[in-house]
């Protein structure tokens, strides 16, 4: 058996990092799948899918990093063409996963207590964005 | 003695939905993303300038309907915001889990006048004492962002670091931290309820692993 489902979700303007695992629990439960795995791919490149602790300080933590690693007022050769000016957020997105895979065990998702689904995006202003959940088993 | 003593719970985006939330919905019940996108913009910056008291209730009505080219009356809007403000029940069983050697705090970014017209203010009631209350709009300060951070604790006549702030706005939540106020980011129910265990606040349910997840084969 394999269920489709596409979240909309709307991370906010800037470097954002929004919980979606109470979405993607509600959806593996409706599927009534007992055992299998869950796909969920986030469908944009200038943000990323993980499983992480979705904790203010970590939050703040990873913010920072990624600042550091592609800074949001640095010259990036992506703006030449003018269209758009969000180089340091395909370069933050290039980091880090658009997919993840999680084990599906009597009906719930095998998560660990800390571990939280987590989209990050970095898209200077806000729009929708979408994630694709795929459930396969029985 | 617990390191933190002091919780201190926004209204708005934890009990119940945030005013920007409930005033898109208020404007059209059932809106969609256009309407979102479109609207929050607009609204949001709106929403802070009533959050601190620089505008009345009814002036906030009127520029969002005007901002939104919205078709109701003021009153209508008013009305139909404070109907919509319902409290969530589910956050309400997590706070009264905490033991009473913790001061509960509640931060109101609902004017006193809304405040005061919530159908739910019993429920509210229950858990926060009047005494323990703060309203936003009357801690006489002109941005949200540092200023939030440093005045909550002390009208709850507390240290920066004896507080811990439950805020559903992800990003003035992480503003919080990055200027040395613990916060939890409120997501959901059990979130929170996990949250708080992790702080030693409540007691915990669920195990570190996933209670449920296989037979386990334990290497020694």
Known sequence: MVVSQTLEVYPGAGFAVQNITHLVNAFVASTKVQQGQLIAFYKHTTGSIIIGEHEGGIVADLEETLENLAPTDGAYHHHLREVDFNGFAHIRAALMPTSIVIPIYDGELVLGTHQEILVVDSQPEEIARYVFLQVTGE | ?220
């Not at chain 2, 009153?75 to 956050?91: F, G, N, Q």
Request: charged share 25%.
């Open chain 2, 1 to 220: 003695m617990p390191p933190f003593n002091t919780l201190l719970f926004w209204l708005g985006g934890v009990l119940t939905e945030s005013i920007a939330e409930l005033t898109i919905g208020a404007l059209k019940p059932g809106f969609g993303p256009n309407e979102r996108l479109q609207w929050k913009p607009a609204i949001d910056p709106l929403a802070v300038d009533l959050i601190l008291g620089l505008i009345e209730p009814g002036d906030y009505c009127k520029s969002v309907i005007w901002a939104c080219s919205g078709k109701i009356a003021r009153e209508e809007l008013e009305a139909r915001i404070l109907v919509r403000a319902r409290v969530r029940t589910d956050v309400l069983s997590v706070i009264r889990r905490i033991p009473a050697g913790y001061e509960k705090w509640l931060i109101s970014d609902f004017p006193p006048p809304w405040f005061a017209e919530l159908s739910d203010r019993a429920l509210i009631a229950e858990i926060f004492s009047p005494d323990r209350m703060v309203y936003t709009s009357q801690l006489g300060i002109k941005r949200l962002n540092p200023d939030i951070y440093s005045s909550v604790p002390a009208a709850a006549k507390h240290k920066m670091n004896e507080c811990i702030m439950v805020d559903g706005g992800s990003r003035r939540a992480v503003e919080g931290i990055k200027r040395g106020l613990v916060s939890i980011i409120y997501v959901y129910p059990a979130q929170l309820a996990h949250e708080l265990a992790l702080q030693k606040i409540i007691a915990g349910e669920v195990e570190v692993m996933h209670p449920s997840s296989s037979e386990r084969v334990i290497l020694l």
